[in-house]
């Protein structure tokens, strides 16, 4: 039986190491993400050009990838680090957003899934369409609930060995045998652009401590977010007080209580 390793020893672990992280995000998500994992103990770096795409991945602890804002050239730069990614052993993270929207958007991702991604994270909507399904997205946003979406989640665990993460109200983590769920957060994240995508690339962060143990990691970062989310709702008058509450809570956020977010599923 595989050993769990506790979200706060990880967390514990990721602040000592601050893994510098290769992300390769949206137009809208940089900044928010960047300071995400700044403030949770990370170190990011942007950089998506095919001319050093690969480069850097074959040197950063982790790389994570999100399509929101495709476009030929980034995905020659995804496609680059992907590869560097594996060859130097080093975990990637996969965000397939909206990857259903279009015919463009569907090719990108299957070429990206075929280079074997570590960990997917996604919406509950995206995950049921990258199974095959047919789910109630549309664009970014997702119309189905967590639960409808984790036999799909189990699914594409076992297809692509690989962990896949379902976001949502209550978190869905599994690599195809094991389960858990995650709770906490609040129903003010879903209003603040680009949260989901700042946590693809915190849980690069959390893999890049741990690429031995990617479901644990995953695990953990989703824990992070969550506890750092209804910590910061306490006192949030909106979406706009939330964001910067959302900030400082990662950064005051103490290890000892991400373990009892996570229950099994």
């Known amino acids: 039986m595989t050993e769990t390793i506790p979200a706060s020893q990880l967390l514990t672990e990721m602040r000592a190491r601050a893994p510098l992280v290769q992300c390769i995000?949206?137009?809208?998500?940089?900044?928010?993400?960047?300071?995400?994992?700044?403030?949770?103990?990370?170190?990011?770096?942007?950089?998506?050009?095919?001319?050093?795409?690969?480069?850097?991945?074959?040197?950063?602890?982790?790389?994570?990838?999100?399509?929101?804002?495709?476009?030929?050239?980034?995905?020659?730069?995804?496609?680059?680090?992907?590869?560097?990614?594996?060859?130097?052993?080093?975990?990637?993270?996969?965000?397939?957003?909206?990857?259903?929207?279009?015919?463009?958007?569907?090719?990108?991702?299957?070429?990206?899934?075929?280079?074997?991604?570590?960990?997917?994270?996604a919406n509950a909507s995206e995950i049921i369409a990258l199974a095959g399904g047919t789910g109630a997205g549309k664009g970014v946003d997702s119309g189905d609930s967590v639960e409808f979406a984790e036999q799909s989640a189990m699914l594409l665990a076992q297809q692509h060995q690989a962990v896949v993460a379902v976001t949502g109200?209550?978190?869905?983590?599994?690599?195809?045998?094991?389960?858990?769920?995650?709770?906490?957060?609040?129903?003010?994240m879903p209003r603040i652009t680009a949260l989901g995508c700042s946590l693809t690339c915190l849980v690069g962060a959390f893999a890049a401590v741990r690429p031995d143990a990617p479901f644990d990691a995953t695990v953990a970062a989703l824990a992070t977010f969550a506890v750092a989310g209804?910590?910061?709702?306490?006192?949030?008058?909106?979406?706009?007080?939330?964001?910067?509450?959302?900030?400082?809570a990662l950064a005051a956020l103490q290890p000892a209580a991400l373990d009892a977010a996570v229950t099994p599923a």
């Open 25 to 121: 995000t949206n137009y809208v998500a940089m900044n928010i993400a960047a300071n995400a994992l700044l403030a949770a103990g990370a170190s990011p770096a942007m950089v998506h050009a095919p001319e050093e795409a690969g480069e850097f991945a074959a040197i950063a602890g982790a790389l994570t990838i999100n399509i929101g804002t495709l476009s030929t050239e980034w995905i020659a730069g995804m496609r680059a680090a992907a590869k560097a990614a594996t060859a130097a052993g080093k975990p990637w993270v996969f965000d397939p957003v909206a990857h259903f929207a279009t015919g463009f958007r569907r090719e990108a991702t299957q070429a990206l899934l075929e280079l074997k991604p570590t960990i997917i994270r």
């Open 169 to 188: 109200e209550i978190d869905f983590v599994t690599d195809g045998s094991r389960s858990v769920h995650v709770h906490g957060g609040s129903s003010l």
């Open 230 to 248: 209804r910590d910061a709702a306490k006192l949030a008058e909106g979406p706009g007080s939330f964001q910067w509450r959302f900030l400082d």
